[in-house]
């Protein structure tokens, strides 16, 4: 298990992602705004068990892969 840090370096830290690292973003909309589909990085995350840390709360992907589904979210 490796902690990584998102700053804007997604395509980057795509290749580096380890199954159950842990991925540290400072917001969900700083980590959506690249050209990067969040969703997308979403599902990425969650096929490799991926935990993502937002300011000191670590989410496990059976948490996360339920935001896109919510109809309420904005950007």
Not at 26 to 54: N, P, T, W
Request: contains cysteine; hydrophobic residues 35%; proline residues 3%.
């Amino acid at each position: 298990m490796c902690v990584r840090r998102y700053e804007d370096n997604w395509g980057e830290l795509k290749g580096k992602l380890m199954e159950r690292d842990v991925l540290e973003v400072l917001s969900f909309s700083a980590f959506a705004q690249d050209e990067s589909d969040l969703e997308e990085k979403l599902r990425y995350c969650g096929e490799k068990d991926i935990h993502i840390q937002v300011k000191d709360a670590r989410i496990t992907p059976d948490v996360y892969l339920e935001f896109p589904k919510q109809k309420d979210i904005k950007k």
